[in-house]
């Protein structure tokens, strides 16, 4: 396929978006096999099935690089609830928080899953996202965290769209457990990872460190476990408290941290140096009504790559728009829009552990988002707005 007539957002990591004008991009199978100024295209390129984009804005393929997309049920009695004024106590009274997701993700058949998250992953897809990751963590125990990974695997299978699969079996202490977290890591946890890593299910190892969840070192006996089987790890770190999280996901090489609220510029340190991306998550700022941002400018100083992702999950981020995500992590953290561009594309590869994708350059990927605006700005400006035009998936329109 021969794209002409492009504006081109290489995200190359060259200045300005490394915006290319009067643009073309050759593809050939799944692959990108040629970008840059229509003038310098080589011949050889020129015989191909040509879509001529009247000047339009081509991007990478969006990738979300944070979801809890696969659940069981919703939350929104729970939210008219907190707006009416209950408090926590009285929603978890009623059955409400994590503990009722994890009720009807038990209840959930693995095809209702797949349903479920199909009604958010058609939304994402309609945006212009390539690559979703998804998280398990709301089975709790080995049977029904298995069940999310396949469902989310399952969820690839039934659309053109990549999924990358995170084992979060460390995000909550689940009812059977109470108080007695240390036995859930032994007991649960660590032989669900087992369980999971057995089947090909696991594309990297998730944890919640926080003092609703779990402890640096309940964390680091899964990490270790993950580091035994050869699998990435990546962390939910300082998000409703500063607890070490994030010097902790360094320690381990993590591919990313993800939250940071309550990080500061220690943590940042830390991350540049073991090249773990930052996570930024305004949805779950945003729904929470949190106060603390995140270090966005220790970040940019010591040259912590930044990603952006939705966190779509029923309870602290009910949002599958990554477009709004940009849109918000520029208002409401200061991002730049090309920050929160890079963060939806090559630093999300970078957080996924992808070099296959999230740029516009020969060998990657042929996943790409053609849009109808005139300046990449307008992706991040606009607001419940959704200028795709068309999209490509491994090389196919
Ligand atoms: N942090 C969050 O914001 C979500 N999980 C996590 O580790 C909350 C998940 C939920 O409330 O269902
Ligand atoms: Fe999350």
């Not at 009285?90 to 994890?102: H, K, L, M, P």
């Not at 059977?176 to 057995?198: N, Q, S």
């Not at 926080?210 to 300082?238: N, T, Y």
């Not at 992702?309 to 029923?314: E, H, I, R, S, V």
Request: overall charge negative; glycine content about 10%.
């Amino acid at each position: 396929m021969l794209l002409l007539n492009a504006t081109v957002a290489t995200m190359d990591g060259t200045p300005a978006y490394g915006l290319v004008e009067q643009g073309a991009i050759a593809t050939r199978a799944d692959r990108i096999v040629w970008a840059g100024p229509a003038r310098d295209l080589p011949a050889e390129f020129t015989d191909q099935e040509t879509i001529d984009l009247g000047g339009r804005l081509v991007t990478p393929g969006l990738i979300d690089c944070h979801t809890h997309v696969v659940h069981g049920g919703n939350r929104a009695r729970e939210f008219e609830m907190r707006l009416e004024g209950a408090t926590y106590e009285e929603v978890a009274r009623a059955g409400g928080g994590i503990v009722s997701t994890v009720a009807a993700t038990r209840s959930a058949t693995q095809d209702d899953l797949v349903a479920g998250a199909l009604t958010r992953v058609d939304a994402m897809i309609a945006e212009g996202v390539s690559t979703i990751e998804m998280k398990s963590g709301y089975g709790l125990n080995v049977e029904n965290e298995l069940k999310m990974l396949r469902a989310a695997k399952a969820v690839a299978a039934q659309r053109p769209v990549r999924v990358r699969t995170s084992y979060l079996g460390a995000h909550a202490v689940p009812p059977e457990y109470r108080d007695r977290a240390d036995a859930y890591i032994d007991e649960v946890c660590v032989p669900g990872l087992e369980a999971a890593h057995a089947e090909g299910l696991v594309d990297a190892v998730d944890g919640f460190c926080e003092g609703i969840a779990f402890s640096p070192a309940q964390i680091a006996r899964v990490f270790d476990k993950a580091g035994s089987l050869g699998i990435p790890v990546k962390l939910h770190a300082e998000q409703l408290s500063n607890l070490g999280g994030a010097r902790l996901a360094a320690d381990y090489g993590a591919l990313s941290a993800d939250h940071l609220e309550y990080a500061n510029a220690a943590d940042a340190q830390a991350m540049a140096k073991a090249g773990t991306v930052a996570v930024i998550l305004p949805g779950a700022f945003y729904t929470l009504r949190e106060t603390a941002a995140p270090p966005i400018d220790a970040f940019r100083e010591n040259g912590v790559p930044m990603a952006v992702a939705t966190d779509c999950n029923p309870g602290s981020s009910p949002m599958s728009s990554l477009l709004l995500s940009m849109n918000m992590a520029c208002t409401l953290f200061r991002m730049t829009p090309e920050e929160a561009l890079t963060g939806v594309t090559r630093n999300a590869a970078r957080a996924l552990g992808l070099d296959d994708a999230g740029q516009i350059r020969p060998g990657l990927r042929a996943d790409l988002a053609i849009w109808d605006v005139e300046h990449p700005a307008e992706l991040a400006y606009r607001i419940g707005f959704n200028p795709l035009w068309k999209r490509i998936y491994g090389g196919e329109l």
